[in-house]
């Protein structure tokens, strides 16, 4: 891994535990680079990344400082987040699937409108899910980014990869219901006779009711949340 990006990974994680908190000012360069054992013109090239994707405002001879991500940063930094899920906000995965209760009804729709044959052949694959959460999690992954494909909008399947690999670890563990699961294949099935009937409003309603039912589900299920 080039060496930029791994001060800049590093740099991520010192923000985000604390080291160097929003509105704190970040070491001169020669400290900095030094700390992480890169070279001065490797640490401008991660500064001048992360001053692109709003974790810092760089400014010609001032300090360089640390913003407030969930306020000032892009995409680019939600994509990062995800991999940090140790210091992520309780309420995140609740931000989050709230997120996609706005999101998922519409591209469901668009898809249904757009390309059923293709929606109808993907869900035809439910009928063959066996009753592990780990299949159900791939499954709803591989769906919901089917769907975005389909809806034939990109922005919604960019903004959907943004979440790969956490999508399908948080999955597996709201999967771990049976009432999950089984509210799932039941959506799987109703979505189905959606697009058999080519009613794309249908489709929207179905996705919008199960995406809500996600919600309670995880708020009320049982064990430790990632």
């Known amino acids: ?43 401008r090239e991660s500064l001048q990344r992360l001053g692109r994707d709003g974790w810092l405002t760089i400014q010609q001879g001032k300090p360089t400082r640390v ?20 210091n992520l906000p309780v309420d995140f995965i609740p931000n989050l699937l709230q997120v996609r209760l706005l999101l998922a009804p519409t591209y ?8 059923p044959g293709r ?32 809806s034939g909008n990109p ?7 943004g979440f790969a690999g956490f999508y399908e670890q948080m999955a597996a563990s709201y999967f771990m219901q049976a009432r999950a699961r089984q509210v799932s294949h039941d959506f799987y099935q109703s979505l189905r006779q959606a697009v058999t009937q080519n009613d794309a409003g249908l489709a929207e309603n179905i ?18 949340r990632p």
């Open 207 to 224: 996705t919008r009711e199960v995406m809500q039912q996600s919600i309670t589900l995880w708020e009320t299920r049982p064990g430790d």
């Open 119 to 150: 929606v109808a052949k993907y869900l035809d694959d439910a009928n063959t899910l066996n009753d592990l959460p780990e299949e159900f999690a791939a499954f709803d992954w591989h769906l919901h980014r089917a769907l975005t494909i389909a």
């Open 67 to 86: 913003n407030d991500y969930w306020k000032e940063g892009g995409l680019n930094v939600l994509n990062a987040l995800v991999h940090y899920s140790e």
């Open 1 to 43: 891994m080039k060496p930029a990006v791994l001060a800049e990974r590093s740099l991520i994680a010192a923000i985000l535990n604390g080291d160097y908190p929003p509105g704190s000012i970040l070491p001169a360069e020669r400290e900095l680079a030094t700390r992480l054992g890169v070279t001065r013109p490797t640490l």
């Open 108 to 115: 469901t729709r668009q898809a249904v409108e757009h390309a």
């Open 155 to 161: 922005i919604f399947t960019l903004i959907l990869n």
